[in-house]
């Protein structure tokens, strides 16, 4: 019988790089579980995975822990890291989703890139890298004989938070799927909104933004707006706003301020993966081009607090369970 991993023990093997299956597969076919290695582009910009140009490719890896009991199909849950890299949050979040039933994969985008963290220097590695990893840790599970290739959902925080959001953009998925594979739902935690990605092609699935209220590393009101944006287009997001949380609000940690991590909290802007503009505003109204990443970089500044918050801490987990049942069911 297969080793069912706990999600302390997922950690562990991260941690400790343990080569389990240390050869990168392109198939889950064979039922595998534990660490997984894989290959991912690694795309400089969103235009560059939308329009799959050259890139160079990394050979990364994630943990699958499938749930102990269950028979058939069962739904997936990809779970993708903030700048900090893996933590206890994430293996936390994976045991969840097995004793919901659930399978989990916990995608690692750093240590194959040789990067620690990000979160004094967000440059080291794009966005786009991170949505593609996620899309193609969905490939690989859609490939397994345990799991619903229709139910496969994503969730992330922080910097995973914005590739759980953003892929939800029609570009962005097809920028690695081929065919009518996609995510049935979308769960970024506080997300960054100040300078969206934009299309006007949704993969249809619904989404759940959590965000904490005096988030100052990636405010909830941008993400309030852009939710209003995407219902126009017809997607269906709900957003829960816990009043008192900051970033990071699931943790256990007292909130704690760090002076040298990086926040993009002052730019406003969008990027339209459709057509490859970067807009910026400045006080003297909206620049394109070469003005716009300019300005892009010059509105970056630090200091932001990061911490747990009770009600968050609390609520978030029903309120995730509550929506993936109801996302799960509708597919069946």
């Given at each position: ?232 287009k017809g997607a269906e997001v709900s957003v829960v706003v816990y009043p008192e949380a900051r970033h990071g609000f699931d943790g256990l940690s007292s909130p704690r301020y760090f002076p040298a991590f990086t926040t993009g909290r002052d730019c406003r802007g969008a990027v339209d993966v459709d057509t490859g503009a970067v807009t910026a505003m400045t006080k003297n109204g909206a620049v394109e081009g ?43």
């Amino acid at each position: 019988m297969r080793s069912l991993l706990t999600g302390a023990t997922s950690l562990a093997l991260i941690a400790a790089g343990i080569p389990a299956h240390a050869q990168a597969v392109t198939s889950l076919a064979d039922g595998r579980s534990g660490k997984i290695t894989f290959e991912s582009p690694t795309p400089k910009t969103t235009r560059d995975l939308v329009t799959r140009s050259v890139m160079a490719h990394a050979t990364i890896s994630g943990v699958l822990t499938l749930p102990q009991s269950g028979a058939g199909l069962v739904p997936a849950m990809i779970i993708l890291h903030g700048s900090g890299g893996i933590s206890g949050r994430e293996p936390t979040w994976a045991q969840r989703m097995n004793d919901l039933g659930y399978a989990a994969f916990i995608v690692d985008s750093f240590t194959g890139r040789g990067i620690k963290d990000t979160v004094t220097d967000q440059s080291q590695l794009s966005m786009a890298s991170d949505m593609a990893d996620g899309l193609v840790a969905l490939r690989l599970l859609a490939s397994h004989p345990r799991i619903d290739r229709k139910r496969i959902a994503v969730m992330g925080f922080s910097r995973g938070g914005i590739a759980a959001l953003y892929t939800a953009l029609e570009p962005i998925r097809r920028g690695i799927i081929d065919d009518d594979l996609r995510f049935a739902a979308h769960v970024p935690l506080y997300p960054g909104c100040n300078v969206p990605y934009v299309s006007a092609h949704l993969d249809g699935a619904p989404i759940l933004m959590l965000l904490g209220g005096k988030d100052d590393y990636t405010p909830a009101p941008p993400c309030v707006a852009y939710a209003e944006t995407l219902r126009a287009k017809g997607a269906e997001v709900s957003v829960v706003v816990y009043p008192e949380a900051r970033h990071g609000f699931d943790g256990l940690s007292s909130p704690r301020y760090f002076p040298a991590f990086t926040t993009g909290r002052d730019c406003r802007g969008a990027v339209d993966v459709d057509t490859g503009a970067v807009t910026a505003m400045t006080k003297n109204g909206a620049v394109e081009g070469e003005a716009a990443a300019a300005e892009l970089k010059q509105c970056v500044t630090r200091g932001v607090y990061v911490g747990g918050d009770m009600e968050g801490r609390e609520k978030a987990p029903v309120a995730v369970a509550d929506f993936l049942k109801k996302v799960f069911a509708a597919i069946r």
